[in-house]
């Protein structure tokens, strides 16, 4: 359960004020959203809202709490002045997660609903250097979710590209596009080759763009701990706290999930779509589909959009060929 606890320290109010007075009429003015910042495992988070009142005489108001028992806090802030409540988020805050609550603040017989945000850092995620350009801010940092190093002792780069368009507009989540590239690459190729940020770009989504490190310069399809139950939602959460710990979006919220991938990162797809941890709304094949058909076909099948693009005598115009009759066929 979120639990949010809150204390009001109200702004004066003069005895014998009141909402009703001669000239123009209180108002309440409220944020889009309270930010509780970042924290440590183990550590506190906090953060405040003001509530704060325009116009002419004295406003009452009450504040409820998302997920808390009989919770409910009230004052009366008299015009000029601003009611400050101390938010404490009081969940658990033992492990790296994006947090998520909610206000409701009621005032002239209006509801006003206030989203809460924070998130818990995993002390191994690094400090990053960002770079803008004509297409937006990114970093190249070596993430603990990243596919490598797994283990196996077979590869080591940590890379992962962290990529936000310019002209972001922040919502109430963030949506992500995760790349998966083919054999024989590195980030840095795919990046100056396939032109990937610029693509991102020019689409006009407000989406961020995550390319994690495959085998670098490998013939293999081997993403390592992305190829493992929940790990796309591990590198989604990193990336999108990275975002949020350094200023660059406000709602450090997972939204909508896309997939796509060159050749031979088909095998990788197939996985996160089946375990990955989150739900994938979109999957885009460059190419690519030189097996896991059945994965694919169920994923189609249950709703998700499936694009795959494909060349003649490529390897893969048969298994797309096959696809399509199967599919159109159910």
């Not at 191994?124 to 990243?146: E, K, N």
């Not at 962290?162 to 002209?167: A, H, I, S, T």
């Not at 990937?196 to 961020?208: F, M």
């Not at 058909?293 to 099948?301: R, T, V």
Request: proline share 5%; net charge negative; hydrophobic share 40%.
């Amino acid at each position: 359960m979120i639990l949010l606890l809150a204390c009001v320290e109200p702004g004066p109010v003069a005895p014998g004020d009141s909402d009703d007075s001669g000239g123009s009429e209180a108002t309440l003015v409220l944020p889009e959203r309270v930010q509780l910042g970042t924290t440590l495992p183990g550590a506190a988070l906090s953060g405040s809202l003001d509530l704060c009142v325009e116009g002419d005489g004295a406003l009452a108001w009450t504040l409820s709490t998302d997920g808390v028992d009989a919770s409910v806090l009230s004052g009366h802030t008299r015009a000029g002045e601003c009611g400050t409540v101390h938010i404490e988020w009081a969940g658990a805050t033992d492990e790296a997660a994006l947090l998520e609550g909610g206000l409701t603040v009621t005032a002239q017989g209006v509801e006003t609903a206030i989203p809460v945000y924070g998130a818990v850092v995993d002390p191994a995620l690094p400090t990053a250097d960002w770079t803008a350009d004509a297409w937006g801010v990114w970093t190249i940092a070596d993430l603990p979710s990243a596919p490598f190093p797994d283990g196996s002792g077979t590869y080591d780069d940590a890379s992962v590209l962290v990529w936000r368009p310019l002209g972001w507009r922040d919502g109430t989540e963030v949506n992500v596009v995760t790349h998966f590239h083919g054999h024989n690459a590195t980030v840095e190729e795919v990046l100056s080759t396939q032109w990937l940020r610029e693509q991102a770009a020019v689409s006009g989504r407000d989406a961020i763009l995550v390319v994690p490190q495959g085998p670098v310069e490998a013939a293999s399809g081997d993403f390592g701990k992305l190829d493992q139950p929940g790990g796309h939602a591990a590198l989604v959460r990193e990336a999108i706290t990275l975002l949020y710990r350094d200023g660059w979006v406000a709602a450090p919220v997972a939204g909508m999930q896309v997939l796509t991938t060159h050749s031979g990162g088909y095998n990788a797809v197939a996985n996160v779509v089946e375990s990955g941890g989150l739900p994938v709304s979109a999957v885009h094949l460059f190419d690519a589909l030189y097996g896991r058909d059945s994965a694919f076909e169920a994923f189609a099948l249950s709703g998700g959009v499936l694009r795959s693009i494909y060349t003649d005598g490529g390897g893969t115009d048969e298994n797309n060929r096959a696809l399509r009759d199967t599919l159109e066929g159910e």
